[in-house]
């Protein structure tokens, strides 16, 4: 229904009549684009996320891995960002770390190398110490010997004869 009316030159005024499903169809539309518009919105939002999580996450991944490997003794691997932020500083605490165990470890084993022979001198030196041992025992129980045979001799008489037999 419409109606056209007009009261001076300068207007016109032209009425309509639109039933009430016709008249929300506008309204409706406008919903549903903005609600299309908002898991749009959404969709990038979450895209966004993911993005930024696997960019922050896959640094903190290789960090663990690096980490287990230390756990698992294998101390010349690097890890390597090119970022100067808190993963870039952690990542080179981790490589300073290996190298520093590198280091005592390297110290530890030539260490150890130095201790094994001194081992070795030190046992050459025990068994020679023996040896000397044994062998001072045995010129003490010789003199011992003697010593007991003159005294076991004293009661009977004792005549003690130089080379030259005085």
Known sequence: LMSYSTS???HLILVTY???KEALSISDFLILKTILFSF??????IAMGIYFASAISSPLKELALKANDIKQGKFNQKIYFNSQDELGVLASAFNNMSSEIQMLLGAKESMIKKLEIAN???D?????????????????????????????????GLFVFDRELI
């Open 8 to 10: 001076d030159q300068n």
């Open 18 to 20: 639109l039933n009430k």
């Open 40 to 45: 749009v919105l959404l969709g990038i939002a």
């Open 120 to 122: 070795r001198k030190l």
């Open 124 to 156: 050459k030196y025990s068994h020679k110490l023996e040896v000397l041992v044994d062998e001072r025992t045995k010129e003490l129980k010789k003199a011992n010997d003697s010593v007991q045979l003159m005294i076991n001799s004293l009661d009977e």
